[in-house]
């Protein structure tokens, strides 16, 4: 089973950056497509980027295109998320986890989820 461990998240003002970081335990992680996901209070958790095995293919939720990258590190197990030109509305608790598809945002998860990583956008 895939253990995930999210960091990098905090407090930012509007219009700030920050990089979130996703390790992952287990072999199998450099296969499979991953994403990254959140969850706002009183929302459903959502999959706002993901990226293919290789790096090679990268989608994003029209909430977050432009402003937000997704990359990975096989090598490393890890994949990251930069966010720039941060809004209010990008408020929630991050997570990463496996994606079904990438072009059309399919969620799916490997079996368990980690702690997450709060980010605030507030001046």
């Known amino acids: 089973q895939v253990q995930l461990v999210e960091s990098g998240g905090g407090l930012v003002q509007p219009g700030g950056s920050l990089r979130l970081s996703c390790a992952a335990s287990g072999s199998i992680f450099r296969f499979y497509a991953v994403g990254w996901y959140r969850q706002a209070p009183g929302k459903q958790r959502e999959l706002v980027a993901a990226i293919t095995t290789t790096g090679g293919i990268t989608n994003y939720a029209d909430s977050v295109k432009g402003r937000f990258t997704i990359s990975r590190d096989n090598a490393k197990n890890t994949v990251y998320l930069q966010m720039d030109s941060l809004k209010p509305e990008d408020t929630a608790v991050y997570y990463c986890?496996?994606?079904?598809?990438?072009?059309?945002?399919?969620?799916?998860?490997?079996?368990?989820w980690g702690q997450g990583t709060q980010v605030t956008v507030s001046s």
């Open positions: 986890n496996a994606a079904r598809g990438v072009s059309n945002l399919v969620p799916a998860d490997f079996g368990s």
